[in-house]
T-cell receptor, first 113, second 115 residues
Framework: DAKTTQPNSMESNEEEPVHLPCNHS???????IHWYRQLPSQGPEYVIH???SNVNNRMASLAIAEDRKSSTLILHRATLRDAAVYYC??????????????FGKGTLLTVNP | DAMVIQNPRYQVTQFGKPVTLSCSQT?????MYWYQQKSSQAPKLLFH???????NEADTPDNFQSRRPNTSFCFLDIRSPGLGDAAMYLC??????????????FGPGTRLLVL
């Protein structure tokens, strides 16, 4: 299964942009890149996903490298509420062993006031 | 608001005493999942139901069972809890779409303590 590599932790200041990197050098052509986050004492929540093109939604932006071997989740203005563990997950929409969400260790984002 | 509900939020049980955790959903999703998350670790999928079809992960211990009596409810049964089963148990739901890219919606979790 294709795996992802993320930094263990990152720190940001409130109101500043945050770029969370994810490496996935063994990504297959049918893998989508998903991001979930888990706030303290809560279940994970969906953030964004993409295949090849950059994606934007109300929560964040996803920038995908041209070779798809890496991606970056961008929080445009971090707030204290964005402090969470962010998980980058590869998922193949075709039902098979890689269909499910397999969480890695994620990146713990700390936001300083 | 449509949501995934887990009760109780905290559950204490004794070593070896069977325990059941509950999950309900108002999203009318056809897939329900159970994850185990130990302290400082990532969530790990135990099993899931696709409608009434049960799908067990290969490395899920036999000690863990699940029931889904209807679309809205799903239960996690731990037949003989050991100290190593102390964890947060997360329920999630999703609905299968034509593109296969459904989002999973998680409940707040039940934290299980085994004494």
């Amino acid at each position: 299964d294709a795996k992802t590599t993320q930094p263990n932790s990152m720190e940001s200041n409130e109101e500043e942009p945050v770029h969370l990197p994810c490496n996935h050098s063994t990504i297959s052509g049918t893998d989508y890149i998903h991001w979930y986050r888990q706030l303290p004492s809560q279940g994970p929540e969906y953030v964004i996903h993409g295949l090849t093109s950059n994606v934007n939604n109300r929560m964040a932006s996803l920038a995908i490298a041209e070779d798809r071997k890496s991606s970056t989740l961008i929080l445009h203005r971090a707030t204290l509420r964005d402090a969470a563990v962010y998980y980058c997950i590869l998922r193949d929409p075709v039902r098979g062993s890689n269909y499910k969400l397999t969480f890695g260790k994620g990146t713990l984002l700390t936001v300083n006031p | 608001d449509a949501m995934v509900i887990q009760n109780p939020r905290y559950q204490v049980t004794q070593f070896g005493k069977p325990v059941t955790l509950s999950c309900s959903q108002t999203l009318n999703h056809n897939v329900m999942y159970w994850y185990q998350q130990k302290s400082s670790q990532a969530p790990k999928l135990l099993f899931h139901y696709y409608d009434k079809d049960f799908n067990n992960e290969a490395d899920t211990p036999d000690n863990f069972q699940s029931r889904r009596p209807n679309t809205s409810f799903c239960f996690l049964d731990i037949r003989s809890p050991g100290l190593g089963d102390a964890a947060m148990y997360l329920c999630a739901t999703s609905t299968v779409t034509a593109g296969g890219l459904e989002t999973q919606y998680f409940g707040p979790g039940t934290r299980l303590l085994v004494l």
